[in-house]
């Protein structure tokens, strides 16, 4: 699932690992008298194939002290990037890298007994690719929740080359309610949506300087998809794995989102005295004169990609994050634009309910219980 180099060259390899193994007696009444089947009967042997919802304990032993986080990292993945699966149409690209994709295959053989102590296979069946999505309509826990989930960023602004700073430009969002996407392959149209709130605030130089004028606000929806990430950094309190600069591979995929005009946005201004307090050691205001104002941006999932459920675990992460550009311009020029950008971690959480999920045509009671095998 992730490259390797050797003598210098780059050799891409598949990690594979049966994580499960079904042991299922067949009904006698199956077979034909005596096991003895011609060549040109057909036989049709039912077979209950049960996925658990996660990974035996084993698999993961890197959080052997953080229940929340093994717990995340045993969870069942969805498949990704499987060019062999369609669900009767094509999928949206899930924007996976070949390097990390996530494919679930059956393989079946039928054995023929020749005597009482020797075996041999007769047949086999080629791969059969399955589509697993895990049953959750809140998504699997990325990271464990901080109490701050909120990300700024400011910028000086300069009346000139010459001519000093006219102030400081802040803004800052919170991380928004989560976004759900309809399950892959349902006809549910219904796209998530969320509304992010974001503060813009600027801090004079003088009590003369005016707040910048505000044009637009670019958004994009990135995906973040890590290989081989350290796992002190998957749970080390980021709200996104994006933002850890020193990842060892990681392949980033951009939507475009509509722009916002947002020159109809008013400022507000502030003193000490009123409900916000100026901190002048943080914000490097002179005196306690301030503007604020908020922008209410609305984001809806764009039908053109497949959005699953972000998740973390040993070998693949997936995180979502809006990038937002502010474009504004210093008062009275008109003609030179700036842009302050922040990126605000999302949640995407794909919708899947038991009760959508295909449910198996045979009786149940017809076939005895499957043997889980955990000793792989």
Not at 223 to 248: E, I, K, M, W, Y
Not at 293 to 322: E, G, H, M
């Amino acid at each position: 699932m992730v490259p390797r180099s050797s003598q210098n060259n780059r050799i891409p390899f598949t990690l594979e690992h049966i994580f499960l193994q079904l042991k299922q007696p067949i009904d006698e009444t199956t077979f034909t008298p005596k096991h003895v089947s011609p060549s040109i009967d057909l036989h049709d042997i039912p077979f209950l194939f049960t996925i658990p919802d996660r990974l035996i304990p084993g698999a993961c032993t890197q959080f052997k002290n953080d229940t929340h986080a093994g717990h995340s990292h045993t969870a069942l993945l969805p498949s990704l990037g499987d060019p062999d699966i369609s669900l009767g149409t094509a999928l949206p690209c899930d924007m996976m890298p070949k390097s990390g994709q996530v494919t679930y295959r059956i393989y079946a053989s039928a054995l023929s007994f020749t005597s009482s102590t020797e075996r041999k296979a007769m047949s086999s069946t080629p791969s059969i690719p399955l589509y697993v999505i895990p049953v959750a309509c809140e998504g699997s826990a990325t990271l464990t929740e901080t109490s701050s989930q909120i990300v700024h960023n400011s910028s000086h602004i300069k009346r000139g080359k010459l001519h000093g700073t006219a102030g400081i430009l802040w803004i800052s969002s919170e991380k928004p309610k989560p976004m759900r996407s309809p399950m892959r392959g349902s006809s549910n149209d219904e796209y998530g949506s969320t509304l992010v709130t974001v503060d813009v605030r600027f801090h004079p130089a003088t009590q003369s300087d005016v707040p910048p004028y505000l044009d637009t606000l670019k958004l994009k929806l990135q995906s973040c998809t890590s290989l081989a990430v350290p796992a002190s950094r998957l749970h080390s309190g980021l709200s996104n794995v994006c933002f850890a600069h020193d990842q060892r591979c990681f392949y980033n995929d951009t939507t475009n989102l509509p722009t916002m005009d947002i020159k109809s946005a008013q400022w507000t201004k502030h003193v000490s005295e009123d409900e916000y307090d100026s901190d002048d050691s943080v914000h490097g205001a002179t005196h306690g004169i301030f503007f604020t104002a908020q922008l209410i941006v609305p984001v809806v999932l764009p039908k053109t990609k497949l959005f699953v459920s972000d998740f973390q675990s040993c070998v693949i992460s997936r995180s979502y994050s809006l990038d937002l550009s502010l474009s504004y311009h210093k008062a009275g020029i008109s003609l030179v634009t700036s842009r302050l950008s922040l990126q605000v971690p999302v949640s995407i959480h794909e919708c899947v309910k038991r009760n959508a999920l295909a449910s198996v045509e045979t009786d149940r009671d017809e076939f005895e219980k499957p043997i889980i095998n955990t000793d792989l």
